[in-house]
């Protein structure tokens, strides 16, 4: 009898032991993918930034898509290749300005 409570505490413990390190597991993987991504500025849809801008003191109230003030979380290396991509946030163009450069 006394043998049988052993062998159960036993096997409980290792199966918590399995989870705690599986629980760890995913966590740590949860941090790494977290870390591999970047700002990426003048990409936005409208309503869909991830930061404060001027303007606007909170994520998803930019009602201009592009923003190139504003940016959203994409994974490290692909603003680079994004059409108006941007690591780092530009000046709002003038409608002056916008006009002359099409």
């Known amino acids: ?9 036993a096997l409980l413990s ?5 989870a705690l390190g599986a629980a760890s597991t995913a966590h ?4 790494m993918a977290a870390s591999a991504t970047q700002k ?12 404060q801008s001027p303007g606007h003191s909170c994520a998803g109230q930019d009602s201009k898509a592009r923003d190139p ?12 290749k994004l059409d108006g991509g941007s690591l780092q946030a530009q000046a709002a163009m003038s ?8």
């Open 28 to 31: 740590a993987a949860d941090k």
């Open 69 to 80: 003030q504003a940016f959203v979380a994409v994974p490290a290396g692909l603003c680079a």
């Open 1 to 9: 009898m006394q043998a049988q409570t052993i062998l159960s505490s």
């Open 14 to 18: 290792l199966l918590a032991a399995g």
């Open 95 to 102: 409608h002056d300005a916008m006009m002359k450069k099409s």
């Open 40 to 51: 990426c500025y003048g990409v936005n849809a409208a309503m869909k930034n991830d930061c």
